[in-house]
């Protein structure tokens, strides 16, 4: 049994590009791509490459009936998808570029053979697997809540994983939020999406200044349920 540093410090960015720099013929199955902020990028069950985040932020949806349902946010050193078992590759991927990106766009195959050759206890994987639980595991808990609660959840979510803390204490949020993200990541409207919010601002817990949403008292906005500390995301630097 392995613990999470441990596989993340065999999976993080700089690892996985080592592995796949020892084949002679990499850049013959993989380039890099520049993605612009709002690009959207559909992903069917039959598609035969991956990404490697370098920097930037990508959102992940599932796409059930033609409507993204949100997923999660990919940031460096992540394979935003990365199916594990081919039987469970998702119809319909949808991910949407939240801050500019430059990617690694690697043949899947490619990869494949790769990581049989260099990652024989197939680290690369279980770490997929740890973050498909976690992710998993954040969309039961928005189902079973309060729409309140939902709000706040994912705005600590959004601070442990990007957000900035300052000499105040205080949790900058990421640029790429918006009241029109809040309500896709919650699943509400805007309109009632903006109603909490208000609500939040009036208690002095979050504040926002010219497009900057900043976190004004994060213990009061934490969210106490089901699972501990649900909010870690696909960290591996």
């Known amino acids: 049994m392995y613990n999470s540093e441990y596989i993340n410090s065999l999976t993080n960015y700089n690892r996985v590009l080592l592995m796949l720099n020892k084949s002679e013929d990499f850049y013959e199955h993989s380039h890099q791509l520049k993605l612009k902020k709002g690009e959207k990028i559909y992903l069917d069950a039959h598609r035969d490459h991956c990404y490697l985040i370098q920097s930037g932020f ?17 940031q460096h050193g992540d394979f935003p998808v990365l199916p594990v078992v081919s039987k469970y590759i998702p119809k319909e991927v949808r991910l949407e570029v939240l801050a500019d990106a430059l990617v690694w766009v690697i043949d899947f195959q490619f ?38 609660q939902r709000i706040q959840y994912l705005l600590e979510y959004l601070a442990e994983n990007f ?17 029109n993200k809040l309500s896709e ?7 009632h999406t903006i109603k909490i919010v208000e609500k939040l601002k009036e208690d002095g817990l979050i504040t926002i200044k010219k497009g900057q949403w900043i976190i004004l008292d994060i213990d009061a906005i934490r969210v ?12 591996k630097y």
């Not at 957000?163 to 640029?175: A, F, Q, T, W």
């Not at 106490?224 to 960290?235: C, D, E, M, T, Y």
């Open 58 to 74: 990508i959102q992940v949806s599932n796409v059930i009936d033609d409507k993204p349902n949100f997923l999660y946010i990919s």
């Open 163 to 179: 957000g900035i803390v300052d000499g105040k204490g205080y949790r900058l949020l990421p640029p790429f939020l918006t009241y």
């Open 224 to 235: 106490s349920h089901f699972f501990v500390a649900p909010f870690i995301n696909r960290k």
């Open 111 to 148: 990869l494949k053979n790769c990581l049989l050759l260099e990652d024989p206890k197939n680290f690369v994987l279980i770490s997929q697997m740890e973050n498909v639980i976690i992710d998993i595991a954040r969309v039961n808990t928005l189902a079973q809540i309060s729409a309140q």
């Open 185 to 191: 990541f919650s699943n509400l409207s805007k309109s």
